[in-house]
């Protein structure tokens, strides 16, 4: 920028016209607005519907509010709404089966994703993108025509998943642990080609000759993978199992859309997200259900800073740059 | 590598295994595309059916009878279109400034932009329902399309394209010949940015296209869902048409899974490119 005010100078006829002059005054000094500008809309935006709902959202955790009742009736409360939730026993179950389910369909998803990648890089070439594109397809479907085809699938009476298995018909949609399983794998079935991708991107980065030194040393496939792949994905793995952890912990369209709200086991797969939901949308309690996201929010916050703990130091660093 | 093309033990046993895997991922749309052609009873039929049936037309004459179905696609289309549009727009001049431009506060103002793609949505769907409400925003597309019309993901795939993509000497020839800002933009930038448009509009048409949570919190009328929204509403504890809802799903599918047959390496290559590297 600076060398090209400087050779704009110099390739300048000596001698301006006063009206030149201006024009260049006025063209300089809108090239210095510009940016401004063209960054502007998102700055607008991020505040009016980022920024100041989440400072909004704070205020309201500390007051009690009737959302029917206008913006006058509310009354501050302090941490009273934080309180009430943190004894409120199903607060506590909400978070127990978010935890569960973060679990059941995030180690899977990596216990998985990882070999599978290794196995795609390794062995597929000419079909390679056809079968990434095939593993990508549920992460760019609808979650709610997901859940939709999930439900007729594991119906109890009819489904083609209980006319396959043998035995007598599993109630996975109705029964309190089958509904869990039945979730978690619905999670895991949609994100675990996302996962394959992006331990692919960073399998591509490591140089073929490690492995052919490798094979030339007489190393099998398991060696390789275990000796030169996955150390040299430790921050993939890092960063990926981040992206799993933040998303399962704010779980709330697969339990949501697959089991009905007046169902039986509807308590038994609520997870925060879905109780924060619940508590603001069917209770009218906008105060306490802030208050609940932002407990959860400190909670992923933490269980993300205990995950680049467990990394250490390097596998995060490596991400960040 | 060498063993890569030999029809080995292994290998054949990898491929099974990642054909099986294939097998997995796809069942669920196949079912999904063969219960679109049966009606409920043949659904629900032991075996039930694994190839097309005749009552496509049926279900979609259903589908009709229990929801305004083409306003819901129209609705879709309409959110998802302006939502894309205005992305593309916005986002390539936001990624435009930070590529070319240099500016007091820039370093902040990008970092800023990136941290916002950090914080949780789900802390936002309380408050943001009441600015709509204060707005009066509630029950209309707008609530939709706006707040996302400048998406942070795509200022950073915009910059890095730009800003690797497009050689510095063509903007500095565009503006010695006297082009303002605006017009460099968009005679000069615009037309060189078609990959990383067709990756970004890709991306935030298929967000918003499969936008849930968003058209949940705003929309009221029924007339008003997209199509997300519609089919849940169709479902029911005890009768719910499975056949018209699956072609109601099937409808709502298409469209993504054709865009995503042409332009799948490019999608898959500009989703992860702004995780890896954000």
């Known amino acids: 920028m600076n060398n090209m005010l400087t050779s704009d100078a110099a390739t300048a006829p000596p001698a301006l016209v006063p009206a030149d002059a201006s024009r260049a005054r006025w063209r300089r000094r809108a090239r210095k607005l510009a940016p401004y500008a063209f960054i502007a809309p998102f700055f607008v935006l991020f505040g009016v519907f980022g920024l100041f709902p989440l400072l909004f959202s704070i205020w309201l955790s500390l007051h009690q509010w009737d959302a029917a009742a206008g913006l006058a009736a509310m009354h501050w409360v302090g941490l009273e709404n934080y309180k009430y939730a943190v004894t409120d026993p199903w607060f506590a179950k909400s978070l127990l089966n978010t935890l569960w389910f973060a679990v059941a369909s995030g180690v899977p998803q990596h216990l998985v994703a990882l070999p599978l990648a290794f196995l795609i890089h390794t062995t597929l070439k000419r079909s390679r993108n056809f079968v990434v594109g095939a593993y990508f397809v549920p992460y760019v479907t609808s979650s709610v025509a997901i859940a939709l085809i999930f439900t007729t699938l594991f119906s109890k009476d009819f489904g083609v998943i209980n006319a396959m298995l043998p035995g007598p018909p599993i109630d996975w949609l109705g029964d309190a642990f089958w509904a869990r399983i039945t979730i978690a794998f619905v999670v895991f079935w949609r994100y675990l080609g996302w996962n394959v991708v992006l331990y692919l991107s960073a399998l591509q980065v490591i140089s073929g000759d490690l492995y052919e030194a490798a094979t030339l040393d007489g190393a099998s496939r398991w060696q390789q993978f275990r000796y030169i792949a996955l150390p040299l994905l430790k921050p993939m793995m890092f960063f990926a199992i981040t992206l799993t952890l933040i998303g399962n912990l704010q779980l709330f369209e697969e339990p949501f859309i697959l089991i009905p709200p007046d169902s039986g086991v509807a308590t038994s797969v609520m997870t925060t997200a879905m109780f924060m939901y619940r508590m603001a949308f069917s209770d009218g309690d906008f105060g306490t259900a802030s208050a609940v996201s932002w407990l959860l929010f400190f909670i992923i916050a933490a269980l993300t800073w205990g995950n680049s703990r467990l990394f250490g130091k390097e596998g995060a660093s490596d991400v960040a740059r | 590598m060498s063993h890569a093309d030999r029809l080995t033990p292994s290998r054949v046993m990898t491929l099974a295994l990642v054909g099986a895997g294939v097998v997995l991922l796809a069942a669920p749309f196949w079912f999904t595309f063969v219960f679109a052609t049966h009606d409920r009873a043949d659904i629900f039929a032991n075996p039930p059916p694994l190839w097309f049936g005749t009552h496509f037309l049926a279900n979609v004459a259903l589908l009709l009878e229990r929801l305004p179905f083409w306003r819901n696609l129209g609705m879709s289309l309409y959110v998802a279109t302006m939502t894309t549009a205005l992305n593309l727009v916005l986002c390539a001049l936001a990624g435009y400034a930070f590529a070319v431009h240099e500016f007091a506060g820039k370093k902040i103002l990008f970092a800023l932009v990136v941290g916002s793609m950090m914080l949780p949505s789900f802390l936002n769907m309380i408050p943001t329902f009441m600015v709509m409400d204060l707005l009066g925003w509630i029950d209309s597309p707008r609530a939709l399309y706006v707040p996302g019309a400048a998406g942070a993901l795509g200022i950073?795939?915009?910059?890095?394209?730009?800003?690797?993509?497009?050689?510095?000497?063509?903007?500095?020839?565009?503006?010695?010949?006297?082009?303002?800002?605006?017009?460099?933009?968009?005679?000069?930038?615009?037309?060189?940015?078609?990959?990383?448009?067709?990756?970004?509009?890709?991306?935030?048409?298929?967000?918003?296209?499969?936008?849930?949570?968003?058209?949940?919190?705003?929309?009221?009328?029924?007339?008003?869902?997209?199509?997300?929204?519609?089919?849940?509403?169709?479902?029911?504890?005890?009768?719910?048409?499975?056949?018209?809802?699956?072609?109601?799903?099937?409808?709502?599918?298409?469209?993504?899974?054709?865009?995503?047959v042409f332009s799948a390496r490019r999608l898959v290559a500009g989703l992860t490119a702004g995780a890896v590297r954000g």
């Open chain 2, 156 to 260: 950073f795939l915009m910059r890095q394209y730009i800003g690797s993509a497009i050689p510095r000497d063509l903007i500095d020839a565009a503006r010695m010949d006297g082009c303002g800002e605006l017009r460099t933009f968009w005679s000069v930038v615009m037309p060189l940015c078609g990959p990383a448009l067709g990756t970004l509009g890709l991306i935030t048409f298929i967000n918003a296209w499969n936008n849930f949570v968003g058209p949940l919190v705003v929309m009221r009328s029924v007339e008003h869902y997209t199509l997300p929204l519609a089919l849940r509403s169709m479902q029911s504890p005890n009768n719910t048409e499975w056949g018209a809802l699956m072609a109601g799903s099937a409808i709502a599918m298409l469209p993504l899974l054709v865009a995503f």
